[in-house]
């Protein structure tokens, strides 16, 4: 049932896509990390992948090839009683605008939506074709 293995490698990967937008999100005023320095703003990155199991089936699903950090520079802001703030009172923040973000999390989720309707689409029409196989 390679229409099972398109809509679960889509499924997975949106919800790799959903957790790292949540990341981003908790962490959009984290100024401080393990590495030193702010948070970086991850990014995922999508790849296609073979599902079908038939010869020369050229089906593809999708598959999470890397999570990138983004490249932008930190957001540098005046507030000299921030306790990450320097000698002169300022503080790198994340460079994440949280509306983008949320945007992003629609969009995952609105992707992950439809490939749960398409799956169970699949289903039914499967359990179709065996109710009809009984007669």
Request: charged content about 25%; cysteine-free; glycine content about 8%.
């Amino acid at each position: 049932m390679d229409i099972f293995k398109v809509s679960a490698s889509a499924l997975e990967a949106n919800r790799i896509r959903m957790n790292t937008i949540a990341s981003n999100m908790a962490n959009a005023q984290s100024t401080d990390t393990e590495g030193g320095g702010p948070y970086v703003k991850k990014n995922v990155i999508f790849q296609t992948m073979p599902v079908g199991s038939e010869p020369g089936e050229k089906l593809e699903g999708v598959r999470v090839s890397k999570i990138v950090e983004d490249t932008k520079p930190p957001v540098v802001i005046y507030d000299p009683g921030h306790p990450d703030a320097d000698e002169n009172g300022y503080v790198s923040m994340p460079d994440i605008n949280v509306i983008e973000e949320m945007v992003n999390m629609m969009m995952a989720l609105r992707a992950y939506e439809a490939n749960v309707k398409a799956f169970n689409i699949s289903k039914g029409m499967f359990q179709k074709a065996l109710e009809l196989g009984r007669f």
